[in-house]
């Protein structure tokens, strides 16, 4: 079944980690997107990218590094956690235009706590 | 650029209860727009799209119209249950570029 799938779901780790949250979708889909949520629900687009080999920075400035070497996947790194990256993580991705009318589908979300 | 404004919640509501979302956009061209649903600890799913002036999108119940002459797509059920209770975002695409989103609406309703 073709589905946007994110790993790990929750993730408690201490200030200084190094971490990398997984995104993989299997729709075949071009483009890929990474949002952070706040509590206050609003979305924050942080990275996305149209393709292999593109990675563009969204809106909100964001310490995360991406990478598309695959089609499929599309991994967002931080090097070196702090309390300020406790949130939401959502990865999305869209098909080409005109039919998919750049409708985004939407992985459950990694929600990430540094202490 | 393109944005986005939808009403501020939290919206409370009792069973049975009509629903309306207040949804209004600023766009250069036509954009294709959306209504999307979070429902507790899960990511968005799209409810219902709309791509050009006048269309009607609807799903479970849900409904909103596509009006360039207001640049509005209010989001409106007839009778709302429990099971409705999430956030709501309206969102908009022109073009390639990143769909533009809301800040959200958190919705309520009480048996």
């Known amino acids: 079944e073709a589905d946007i799938y994110q790993t790990p779901r929750y993730l408690v780790i201490g200030t200084g980690k190094k971490i990398t949250l997984e995104c993989s979708q299997t729709?075949?889909?071009?483009?890929m997107y990474w949002y952070q949520q706040d509590p206050g629900m609003e979305l924050h687009l942080i990275h996305y990218?149209?393709?292999?080999?593109?990675?563009e920075k969204g809106d909100l400035s964001s310490e995360s590094t991406v990478s598309r070497i695959r089609t499929e996947h599309f991994p967002l790194t931080l090097e070196s956690a702090r309390p300020s990256h406790t949130s939401q993580y959502l990865c999305?991705?869209?098909?080409?235009?005109?039919?998919?009318?750049?409708?985004?589908?939407f992985g459950p979300g990694t929600r990430l706590t540094v202490l | 650029g393109d944005s986005v404004t939808q009403m501020e919640g939290p919206v409370t509501l009792s069973e049975e209860a009509f629903l309306t979302i207040n949804c209004t956009y600023t766009?250069?061209?036509?954009?294709?727009l959306f209504w999307y649903v979070q429902y507790p600890g899960e990511g968005l799913q799209l409810l219902l799209k709309?791509?050009?002036?006048?269309d009607k999108g609807s799903n479970k119940g849900f409904e909103a119209t596509y009006r360039k002459e207001t640049t509005s797509f209010h989001l409106e059920k007839g009778s709302v249950q429990v099971s409705d209770s999430a956030v709501y975002f309206c969102?908009?695409?022109?073009?390639?570029?990143?769909?533009?989103f809301g800040k959200g609406t958190r919705l309520s309703v009480i048996a």
């Open positions: 990218s149209y393709g292999v080999n593109s990675t």
């Open positions: 969102a908009l695409s022109s073009g390639n570029t990143p769909l533009v």
């Open positions: 709309a791509t050009k002036a006048d």
């Open positions: 766009a250069t061209g036509y954009p294709s």
């Open positions: 999305a991705s869209s098909g080409l235009l005109p039919s998919s009318y750049n409708e985004q589908f």
């Open positions: 729709m075949g889909h071009d483009k």
